[in-house]
Nanobody, 124 residues
Framework: VQLVESGGGSVQVGGSLRLSCAASGISRTNYCMGWFRQAPGKEREGLVV???????TVTTSAKGRFTVSRDNAKNTLYLHVNTLNAEDTAMYYCAAKKSDSGGCTPEQRKFAFWGKGTQVTVSS
């Protein structure tokens, strides 16, 4: 399994961006996938996950500005973020885990596969 994030960079406050996660070695029909981030000096936190049926779960911290989408043909997961602020500066990670009876929730310890991350820096 390989997950490769891209799309990060420097963005101005108020701007928007789309991060991509190209997945290989997994099938969307069997996996739960999600986005997480880790800001400087903080613990990594979950943002949004999507299960094999396309059902999404957004965490409290991500509601309103973060959405996830998936291109099945490209086996790529996207994170859309709008109205960026300085607190969004972080390393953003894509993760995946096999679907199981535990459901698709943003519990980091249950995700077995992780990308290396893409850095997003928001400045005024």
């Amino acid at each position: 399994v390989q997950l490769v994030e891209s799309g990060g960079g420097s963005v101005q406050v108020g701007g928007s961006l789309r991060l991509s996660c190209a997945a290989s070695g997994i099938s969307r029909t069997n996996y739960c996938m999600g986005w997480f981030r880790q800001a400087p000096g903080k613990e990594r936190e979950g943002l949004v996950v999507i299960n094999r049926y396309g059902i999404k779960t957004v965490t409290t911290s991500a509601k309103g500005r973060f959405t996830v989408s998936r291109d099945n043909a490209k086996n790529t997961l996207y994170l859309h973020v709008n109205t960026l602020n300085a607190e969004d500066t972080a390393m953003y990670y894509c993760a995946a885990k096999k679907s199981d009876s535990g459901g698709c929730t943003p519990e980091q310890r249950k995700f077995a596969f992780w990308g290396k991350g893409t850095q997003v820096t928001v400045s005024s």
